[in-house]
């Protein structure tokens, strides 16, 4: 997890500001300034890495097998899967007489007519639709023989073909501001405000803004008597293609873009407030930003039934992986658990 904080110095009061860059919203940032100045107060497998955003095509990979070991193959959910060959490296280059293929994986024996798991005329296994339930052994029995002259010869090769997504990451932002009394009514008001302005602020890039935490308390200043302080928690994330309202057609508007462009956006407009402040020859509002504590986390999280194990899956390190039977995630963690009753792929439970 890596932690930056936009603001080092924590000064209380305002100060004004350096310059704040690209221009914002004035109206929204003014919104909140002044909804509260009428209270003014004083390694085994194979896998090939590719950017986010990346779909595997049918003509992009082909994976080989081994004699040796089982190789690991994977695949993100709801896409194509590359070919997984029926051959190794050696018998990839060189000439088979009358190959015959035949593939089982979790339920069985798959003809080429299967709909959503397909076998080729060359031998290759191929998902148009790759599902949570797919994932498991499958394994390839080829016959062939090296030459007309020699003897038919038998080789059995092994896949561990898992489902995997893309993690569920997001910022998590804190700021703090000078409060009206913390049993009044008017902190409410702000944070509900506050909230709606925010999300407004990145509706266009399909990101939401989610409330975590919201807490007055009073802070004995250095030198200084007391004062209410507002706490707050929040997050941004990236909303799913399918929820947003305008789902993403390129790479352009891929989450990960999408998520950096709303956090320029939340930290402009807190720099903004303060440069607001700055410019005003009325006393402070009773409630407003304390300069440079603005706080940002990047955060990442795994969804129910699936895990990240650089141990376990070396060549997708930052993969959410399916868990495997023997292990499960419950909740949005980052791991699958241990859990030894647990026999299927993606338990979300240990029973």
């Not at 090939?48 to 990979?61: H, K, S, Y």
């Not at 995997?164 to 049993?183: D, G, I, K, L, S």
């Not at 603005?294 to 930052?318: A, D, S």
């Not at 959410?320 to 791991?335: K, L, M, W």
Request: glycine share 6%; aromatic share 10%; proline share 6%.
């Amino acid at each position: 997890m890596e932690a930056s904080a936009p603001g080092r110095r924590r000064r209380r009061g305002w100060r004004r500001a350096r310059g704040a860059g690209c221009a914002l919203s004035w109206a929204a940032v003014g919104l909140v300034l002044s909804a509260f100045v009428a209270r003014a107060s004083p390694p085994v497998g194979y896998f090939i890495r590719f950017p986010r955003g990346f779909r595997l095509t049918q003509e992009t990979v082909k994976i080989v097998g081994s004699s040796s070991f089982p190789v690991k193959v994977y695949v993100m959910l709801h896409q194509k899967s590359p070919h997984v060959l029926c051959v190794t490296p050696r018998l990839r280059n060189s000439e088979m007489i009358d190959p015959s293929f035949q593939w089982h994986g979790p339920k069985g024996r798959i003809i080429s007519e299967n709909s959503t798991a397909q076998v080729t005329s060359t031998g290759s296994l191929v998902f148009q639709n790759f599902e949570e339930g797919m994932s498991g052994v499958y394994t390839c029995f080829l016959e062939y023989k090296p030459t007309v002259e020699e003897i038919v010869k038998n080789i059995q090769l092994k896949y561990l073909i898992y489902a995997y997504r893309e993690p569920h990451y997001y910022y998590q932002f804190t700021a703090r501001y000078h409060a009206a009394p913390c049993n009044s009514i008017y902190n409410i008001s702000f944070e509900k405000k506050l909230l709606q302005i925010l999300s407004k602020l990145v509706l266009d890039l399909s990101c939401e803004v989610s409330l975590l935490k919201s807490e007055c308390h009073r802070v004995k200043m250095q030198r200084a008597g007391l004062q209410n302080e507002l706490f707050f928690t929040f997050s941004v994330s990236s909303l799913d293609t399918e929820k947003g309202p305008k789902p993403c057609v390129d790479h352009n508007c891929e989450s990960s873009k999408r998520l950096s462009k709303a956090k320029n956006l939340i930290e402009r407009f807190f720099n903004q407030q303060v440069e607001v402040l700055g410019r005003r020859s009325e006393p402070l509002p009773e409630i407003y930003y304390i300069e440079g504590t603005l706080q940002m986390v990047w955060i990442n999280r795994c969804f129910p039934g699936y895990g990240m194990n650089t141990l376990k899956h070396p060549r997708c390190p930052e993969c959410c992986v399916i868990c495997s039977p023997g292990s499960y995630n419950p909740r949005d963690g980052t791991h699958c658990l241990q859990c030894n009753s647990s026999l299927a792929f993606g338990a979300k439970a240990c029973l």
